[in-house]
């Protein structure tokens, strides 16, 4: 009784250990979000650059010089530093730790033994076992037939009929 009174005990501090490296992965991931979503962030930045070379493609063929997009300078520190790089390592890191947690919290639970399956010889004997399946609710009907799809067909290879099953459900209106 004891011996699963310290099991149960350290199966909360690894949980708990669990929930604050979620927590940590979290704050890191919402990190890396902003610096992706915010406004003038990596993906504003990355749009203005395509629609910038793409307005500088369309006018290339004509005389003149052509402004390009210069990109922030928060933006270009981020992709200078490799922010993105560390926060993603970051992130794996945590989760390494978490999977370790994780498989350490399998080991340490009791293993439960799966139920004896029953040797069933039919379907009273099923029914008695499992339990009666619910009746179809009334006006509803499902039909089931072969797709009619052929597939192929050319000069070199056969055709061949798909093996998938339609599924239809309806109404019954009769």
């Known amino acids: 009784k004891t011996r699963n009174f310290i099991m149960s005990k350290s199966i909360k501090e690894l949980e708990a250990k669990r929930n604050q490296l979620l927590e940590s992965q979290a ?30 493609i369309a006018v290339a063929q004509k005389p003149g010089y052509f402004e390009y997009y210069n ?52 379907f009273d004997q099923w029914f008695n076992n499992y339990g009666r399946p619910k009746p179809s609710p009334h006006g509803f009907l499902t039909v089931v037939q072969d797709d009619p799809k052929i597939y192929g067909g050319t000069g070199h290879h056969a055709g061949f009929k798909t093996q998938a099953k339609m599924m239809r459900k309806g109404r019954l209106t009769r």
């Open 27 to 56: 704050a890191v991931s919402d990190k890396f979000n902003l610096l992706l979503n915010k406004k003038g962030g990596l993906k504003d930045s990355s749009r203005l650059v395509i629609k910038n070379l793409t307005a500088a």
């Open 71 to 122: 990109r922030p300078s928060e933006v270009k520190s981020i992709e200078k530093t490799g922010e993105l790089k560390k926060l993603t390592s970051q992130i794996r890191r945590f989760q390494k730790e978490i999977d370790q947690v994780n498989s350490e919290i399998e080991v340490s639970r009791p293993k439960q033994k799966p139920p004896p399956i029953a040797n069933v010889s039919g």
